[in-house]
T-cell receptor, first 114, second 116 residues
């Protein structure tokens, strides 16, 4: 099993450009999440999807949109990238929601906005 | 919302010594407390977790304790080895805005260095 797969692994964007970060899991999990990780800030939740067909805002949703394409895939879109969105982005999934079961994380996408 | 504080931010220990990382949380309704280990260039990986109906849990050299009254929990690593060097995150679960959903709030992390 591949677990949680994120693409791309690295990306450099110019301010104002848009892009979509892709995430797919092969564990038949119901819940999926997008976090960003900044130095000294830990992991902060951007958006999550408790189940297929639902999405909700997390702690830092401004400047992002998400799509739960199907049970396997959960994408994160930056419509107009800003330098403040330079970060490492992690996708995660869990079977029943992060309050009950283990979350599995992808390897991360390192994004730089210049 | 939930707030998780984690201390210390950095910790250096000699190989073979013990390491302790402490976290506090604010939401008394939180009931699931996992610990994650993140190695350089990788995503976080669960190493141990504890639920609110348990006071202590142990898995080989790793143990976690939970004090619900004081709202704090701790990670203990005994007989540390160089491969324990990593960033460790504590987290607490809390209800999300969506019906039936939960989310994790993470501490800011502890960089553990084990000196051979």
């Amino acid at each position: 099993n591949a677990g949680v797969t994120q693409t791309p692994k690295f990306q450099v964007l110019k301010t104002g450009q848009s892009m979509t970060l892709q995430c797919a899991q092969d564990m038949n999990h119901n819940s999926m999440y997008w976090y960003r990780q900044d130095p000294g800030m830990g992991l902060r939740l951007i958006y999550y999807s408790a189940s297929e067909g639902t999405t909700d805002k997390g702690e830092v949703p401004n400047g992002y949109n998400v799509s739960r394409l199907n049970k396997r895939e959960f994408s994160l879109r930056l419509e107009s990238a800003a330098p403040s969105q330079t970060s490492v982005y992690f996708c995660a999934s869990s079977s029943q929601g992060l309050g009950n079961t283990e979350a599995f994380f992808g390897q991360g996408t390192r994004l730089t906005v210049v | 919302g939930e707030n998780v504080e984690q201390h210390p931010s950095t910790l250096s220990v000699q190989e073979g010594d013990s390491a302790v990382i402490k976290c506090t949380y604010s939401d008394s309704a939180s009931n699931y407390f996992p610990w994650y280990k993140q190695e350089l260039g990788k995503g976080p990986q669960l190493i141990i977790d504890i639920r609110s109906n348990v006071g202590e849990k142990k898995d080989q050299r790793i143990a976690v304790t939970l004090n619900k009254t004081a709202k704090h929990f701790s990670l203990h690593i005994t007989e540390t080895q160089p491969e324990d060097s990593a960033v460790y995150f504590c987290a607490a679960s809390n209800r999300g805005s969506g019906a039936g959903s939960y989310q994790l709030t993470f501490g800011k992390g502890t960089k553990l260095s084990v000196i051979p």
